[in-house]
């Protein structure tokens, strides 16, 4: 062997040309075959360092050590290994200087986990309780009322959304007092406005502090950090994180599937945006005729001009939280009977809702099989199995698999069965940049081959541009009433919602669309000729 291989050779899981040199050494390794890290990333004074790559690929490891919870053992699991043998590690690097602090035990930081669903878990009181533990800076109401969390205070943390316990756990985080700070994940269960508003204070915070992140929201990542560490690799079996790269280039590279610096490729595809708006194939066949239709609830109202959705078309929905986007996708599924209008009930529907159950104890195989008579055929291996990344886990339990993990089989049970209509509700949630990639491909492909119509709902902007032929644009007032407009062509659809939001796009040299800077030249320019997204 190469000396560096643990459960399988790196050589080859990835394509990997020539061996980067940190790969000589590891930071740490869990165990004797556990999974193993090589590199760190480096929090830098005024700036915001991103992690882009996958789960299970070593971010939150890497954080454990650079917090001092975790004494990096350099690979070595039977020797004991010195602050000492650890500094001599990275002597000359840029990373001395923090290691030295940690080795002094003189290093606090504060984290926003990943999963927020288990803070209701180990806290009951109110929303006020949780925040009032963590204000160290006296910042904490400025965090409050740019997150629109002054009307939910009084609220039990059990009983929030998810949107509002994101944005709860983004507070708390914010509000410490650390050396650095490291939030992994800001987007689950936020709108693309509350993304932002996220996103600014992080920014605020770096001026004054080191942060580091991990997004899988690349149009957020893009505008959040300064620079990004690739993590590539093997999940669960070995990670890679990269020297630190500018933002821009950054994920360039990682859309592309190849990194240049290190050799290394990844995917056998790349990403590319285009920067006109798709023109509409005019031979397509109108398919299928949602008719208009209105829902109340106690609350909120609903009102759906009817529209047509085209046959191999896909169909993007875009809104904010709150305002009719799962109600409308109910409606046509049948769960919901609307209160004036009707569906045409001889139309076959396949629906993803957006939040999924996941509690039986029958496995991800029996599931599949009792959805299609095509498990066996290679098409299902090639097509649904292998991007959805489901061969590892067939035998699992539903209701021991991830969030991740159970989004991707519903991904494939919605997909699996005959329909002349699909519909997935927000099938980007709890997926890593990686799947956002291979999902959008893969409902593409899917659509194309089939005389059926498909309908995404999803805050991820570039989920929505790799996706749509066309969109659909929910406008109102979250929680109170909502509308459904279009479906329009991508060009007028994506500047009337972006118009509604403030926000602009320009495209650097690949085509690729960047948030531009509030209040920047080319936004004040672009929102003047109605050039949100893109340029007619
Ligand atoms: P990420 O944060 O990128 O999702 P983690 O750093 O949490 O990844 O985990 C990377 C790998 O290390 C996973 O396969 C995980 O199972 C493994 N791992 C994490 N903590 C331990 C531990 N204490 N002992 C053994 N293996 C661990
Ligand atoms: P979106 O998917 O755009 O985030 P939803 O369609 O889920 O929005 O919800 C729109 C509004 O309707 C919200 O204010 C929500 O609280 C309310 N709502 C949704 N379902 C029900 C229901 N079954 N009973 C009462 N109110 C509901
Ligand atoms: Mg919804």
Known sequence: GCGICVKKCPFEALDIVNLPEELDQPTHRYGQNGFVLYGLPIPVEGKVTGILGPNGIGKSTAVKILSGMLVPNLGMTDAPVSWKDVLDLFQGTELFDYIQLLSQKNVKVAVKPQYIDQIPKVFSGSVRDLLATTDERGRLDYYVDRLSLRPILDRTIVNLSGGEL?????????????????????????????????????RELAQERPVVIVEHDLA????????????YGEPAVFGVITYPKGVR???????????????VRFRDFSVAFETRAHTTEVNREELFVFPSMTKRFEQFSLVVDGG???????????????????????????????????????????????????????TVEEI???????????????????????????????????????????????????????????????????????????????????DASTLVIDHDIYVIDMISDRILVFEGEPGISGKATGPFDMAPGMNRFLAALGITFRRDKTGRPRINKPGSFLDREQMAAGEYYYAE
Do not use: W
């Not at 007092?177 to 992994?184: T, V």
């Not at 305002?323 to 409606?331: D, E, H, V």
């Not at 061969?391 to 519903?410: K, M």
């Open 220 to 231: 957020i990542l893009d505008m959040l950090a300064d620079t990004v560490h690739i993590a």
């Open 308 to 362: 047509e959705i085209r046959s191999g078309e896909v169909l993007g929905v875009v809104g904010a939280n709150g305002i009719g986007k799962s109600t409308f996708a109910k409606l046509l599924a049948g769960v919901l009977e609307p209160d004036t209008g009707s569906m045409d009930t001889r139309v076959r529907i396949s629906y993803k809702p957006q939040y999924l159950k996941g509690d039986t104890e029958a």
């Open 368 to 450: 599949l099989r009792q959805t299609t008579t095509k498990f066996d055929t290679s098409f299902y291996q090639h097509e649904i199995l292998e991007p959805l990344s489901l061969t590892q886990v067939l035998q699992a339990p539903i209701n021991t698999l991830s969030g991740g993990e159970l989004q991707r089989v519903a991904i494939a049970i919605c997909l699996s069965r005959d329909a002349d209509l699909y519909i997935l509700d927000e099938p980007s949630a709890h997926l890593d940049v990686e799947q956002r990639v291979k999902i959008s491909r893969l409902i593409r492909r899917h659509a194309e081959g089939r």
């Open 249 to 263: 280039v950054g994920i360039n590279q990682y859309l592309e599937g190849f990194l240049p610096e290190e050799n």
């Open 166 to 202: 994101q944005r709860v756990a983004i507070a708390a985080c914010l509000a410490r007092d650390a050396d650095f700070y490291f939030l992994d994940e800001i987007t689950p269960y936020l709108d693309v406005y509350q993304r932002m508003a996220a996103a600014n204070l992080i």
